[in-house]
């Protein structure tokens, strides 16, 4: 094929080349521009359909601007270094760990139950535990929070067990796909000794992804603290509850400063956490 | 000292230093141990009104008030349910609009001035990461008012952060020789941009989009809680009526639109890649 | 008369490093096909690389068709890398991007922004495509992709890009290393007749010693950042070849 330009030459029937080229040909062009078109109708009318006021869009930039600097400036740091406030903080990270911790625990047999490889029974309990998991995962964590809420009574007990469903969705898709990622080898080797599958999974399976399940377990723990500090916007404890009454009562400086401990929390746990998930690599 | 001596000692030692760690270890796993129960007991123990919430039988009782469907309710749940999509995708796309930025100073191997500009777009990626869409959804009610608009600004700023810093990882593992034939026909850096490196991360970018988009429909169908509109705001109302089966019917139409979200990303992304 | 002058050329990639090219002076002539050889690691890559500002030289002269190379800003730069046509080692094409537009790139330097981004190449410039595609022989292959195509098809690609630019210098950075030696001939082969037909002075790294005897008229020795030999192709002997690798050797 790489010597067509010898070949051109020698050959003295040369194609006649077209002059004119297009980028896309006659059938592919014309989806391409319906399709475009179909994006812009589709932009257009969202746009129309929410009733989106665009003069109200191209002026925000300003509006922002000011809403910052005279209601949202400065913080107020007080507000924040207070013991009732940092009590808040304390249990948000109370909830976060424990709601983690219990999502985990169950995160964990669903993953196994989950993975089409490992899974005991491929018709009925695969399809269950993808189900389960992916509902958890579907539903929002504040739609956790105020359901449990509506059951429980305002209190922790609600935000924790909110965190622990939103934990099961999340690790336990991710705990399901690194067991499908395993070498089958070892489970192999395993079976053959006649183990049952629990040994299966303890000796083959576990010490595989042992490194990754420490791995997800910490970035769960990461997003599920990002979550718990809006739980108790809807009732369910930690410092969720200080945001919404400060957001009532339209203290705007007390809100921005709880947004910004929400920040240096957030960023003092993702440090954390990347520290933490860092070393695990390191320890493979 | 006989060799025999020597093994049988060294053995002893390696067995102390064994039972050593392991007391450690199950000293460790008792601290934690403790420190959970008593987490348990100070979150959900001390923190519980029990008498409000009853016996199991009357838990029991409340959540069986959430059986069911509301049949009533489905016809209404089309509106607010394109509402959702739509704010998610207009989102989404107002996201990648704000991205641009942040993935051309956040990118090592394309940031401008690296001292100035690259720390910049880390801290909007983290900004962006780090406050749950409710926040930002509470802030933009706060300077556009309560309406869709509030809740598209929210779910763009809130992607920004996870968009970003795929893309800008994608640029930095990108192949450079592409870009150095580019640079050598006497392209401009524009030119370098569009021609070298946007045609081979498009296909990465375009997956974390569609994968942020299928997130964001999770997200616009909460945001009615704060006054942005959707499912949500259903959801609300059902809740605030005490429409228990209503309620279920709201969450169950989220399953299904979400469904339908990981339905539309699984296409594309295998028609793309 | 010289059309590229090079004068005391040396280089360093930084401060501390060690020196890349200790003083290297030549001259092109216009119909010279200008072979660079040496070992591995001599300095041919950042030599080439110098005369169009791939990298920056640390002092000395460059002058190329009477411009001072070295004394251009970044527009300057622009119409000046327009002007030298470069095919590479591993033939740097966008790989998912169509042969048509791989080939269209060549003539970047000459467009703006706007055309760029929405790929609007005038008539002339994809009929002149097309043809330049012709001339190398793929003209059968222009709406595929890049990565769809073979090694010598794709260097191909590569070169019908450096022809898009109207090149009045064409420099190769080993142009056959990644092809098999077959190929590597038929390339070698086609760029010297298309060296001729554009009547344009060719440098060409090159580490294969017989197909740079072969197809090049001049050669420069290069060993470890200084220039070991510069003359005729003809003038070249075994022993001053053992002299100029005699470091790999060692």
């Known amino acids: ?284 | 000292m006989t060799t025999a001596e020597a093994t049988a000692r060294e053995a002893d030692r390696i067995i102390a230093a064994r039972s050593r760690t392991k007391l450690m270890h199950s000293a460790i796993y008792l601290v934690v141990l403790a420190f959970v129960l008593w987490s348990v007991k100070t979150t959900i123990v001390d923190d519980t009104d029990w008498a409000r919430l009853g016996s199991l039988a009357d838990v029991l009782e409340s959540i069986s008030e959430f059986v069911g469907i509301d049949w009533g309710l489905v016809p209404n749940l089309w509106e607010p349910a394109i509402e959702t999509i739509m704010v998610a995708t207009l989102g989404t796309l107002l996201g990648v609009i704000v991205c641009v930025p942040a993935i051309w100073f956040g990118a090592l191997n394309i940031t401008p001035y690296a001292p100035i500009t690259y720390p910049l777009a880390r801290l909007m990626m983290t900004l962006s990461r780090s406050i749950h869409e409710i926040v930002w959804a509470l802030f933009f009610v706060a300077a556009v008012g309560l309406g869709a608009l509030a809740g598209v600004l929210a779910i763009a700023v809130r992607s920004v952060g996870f968009i970003a810093k795929m893309s800008a990882e994608a640029i930095e593992d990108l192949d450079p020789k592409p870009v150095e034939a580019i640079r050598a026909v006497g392209g401009s850096d524009f030119q370098v941009f569009i021609y070298a490196i946007l045609p081979q991360v498009l296909p990465a970018m375009i997956s974390v989009i569609i994968f942020e988009w299928e997130i964001n429909i999770r997200r616009s169908s909460v945001l009615g809680l704060v006054g942005a509109g959707g499912l949500g705001l259903v959801f609300f109302r059902q809740l605030n009526t005490f429409n228990h089966p209503g309620v279920s019917t709201v969450i169950l139409a989220i399953l299904v639109l979400i469904l339908f979200g990981e339905f539309v990303s699984y296409y594309v992304r295998k028609a793309i890649i | 008369m010289s059309i590229l002058s090079v004068k005391d050329l040396k280089v360093r990639y930084s401060a501390s490093g060690p020196e890349i090219l200790k003083g290297v002076s030549f001259e092109v002539d216009a119909d010279d096909f200008f072979a660079i050889i040496g070992p591995s690691g001599a300095g041919k890559s950042t030599l080439i690389r110098c005369i169009n500002r791939l990298v920056e030289p640390k002092s000395g002269e460059i002058t190329l068709y009477g411009t001072d190379v070295l004394a251009l800003n970044s527009r300057g730069l622009r119409k000046l890398r327009r002007d030298v046509g470069m095919i590479f080692q591993e033939f740097n094409l966008v790989d998912r991007m169509s042969v048509m537009d791989n080939v269209l790139s060549g003539r970047l330097g000459y467009v703006g922004n706007i055309t760029a981004l929405f790929r609007l190449f005038s008539k002339k410039d994809i009929s002149r495509a097309l043809s330049v595609l012709d001339r190398v022989g793929l003209s059968d292959h222009v709406d595929k992709r890049a990565d769809q195509l073979s090694g010598g098809q794709r260097q191909r690609v590569g070169i019908a890009r450096a022809l898009m630019q109207d090149p009045k210098l064409l420099l190769l950075d080993e142009p056959t290393s990644s092809l098999d030696p077959k190929i590597s001939r038929e390339v070698m082969e086609l760029i010297v007749e298309i060296a001729a037909e554009y009547k344009m002075p060719v440098l060409c790294n090159i580490h294969d010693v017989q197909l740079a005897m072969e197809f090049c008229t001049k050669m420069i020795g290069l060993q470890d950042g200084i220039k070991m030999f510069d003359g005729p192709t003809a003038k070249m002997n075994t022993k001053k070849l053992d002299e100029i690798y005699a470091m790999e050797v060692l």
């Open chain 1, 1 to 284: 094929m790489a010597s067509s330009a010898t070949t051109h030459r020698h050959s003295q029937t040369r194609r006649e080349s077209p002059r004119e080229w297009r980028r896309f040909k006659f059938p592919e062009s014309l989806y391409r521009w319906a399709g475009v078109l179909l994006g812009l109708v589709f932009l257009s009318y969202s746009i129309i359909y929410l009733n989106i006021p665009l003069e109200r869009f191209f002026t925000m930039f300003g509006r922002v601007g000011a809403l910052i600097t005279d209601r949202y400036y400065p913080p107020e740091i007080d507000y924040v270094t207070q013991p009732e406030y940092l009590a808040s903080v304390w249990e948000t990270i109370q909830m976060a760990y424990l709601g983690g911790m219990f999502g985990m625990a169950m995160a964990i047999p669903l993953g196994w139950f989950g993975s089409y490889n490992m899974t005991p029974h491929r018709r009925f309990v695969y399809p269950l535990a993808r189900f389960v998991t992916m509902s958890t995962r579907s539903v929002h964590e504040t739609i956790w929070a105020i359901l449990f809420v509506t059951i429980l009574g305002f209190g922790m007990m609600a935000g924790v067990l909110a965190l622990t469903m939103f934990c099961i969705g999340f690790a336990g898709k991710l705990f399901a796909e690194e067991i499908e990622a395993i070498d089958m080898g070892p489970v192999e080797a395993i079976r053959a000794t006649g183990a049952s599958e629990l040994s299966v999974m303890v000796y083959a399976v576990f010490p595989q992804v042992r490194v990754a399940f420490t791995g997800i377990g910490i970035y769960t723990w990461d997003v599920a603290f990002r979550a718990a500090t809006v739980v108790g916007f809807f009732g369910a404890g930690g410092m969720g509850w200080y945001l919404k009454r400060n957001v009532l009562q339209i203290e705007t400086l007390r809100v921005s400063a709880i947004l910004v401990s929400i920040v240096v929390l957030v960023l003092i746990a993702e440090g954390i956490s990347a520290w933490a998930r860092a070393r695990v690599a390191k320890a493979k």
